[in-house]
């Protein structure tokens, strides 16, 4: 959740009610968007 909260803002609240599966693919999709930002730098 926190990799999660870091990248999108979401509060810890907005994804209490995820599934473990559904949070793991947003997981995924937080670090596919850190990756990208750090590449442009």
Known sequence: MADIACVFH???EDMA???LE???????KAIDRLKALN???
């Open 22 to 28: 559904e949070l793991a693919g947003w997981r995924e």
């Open 17 to 19: 009610p995820m599934e």
């Open 39 to 41: 590449r442009r730098e």
């Open 10 to 12: 979401w509060a810890p």
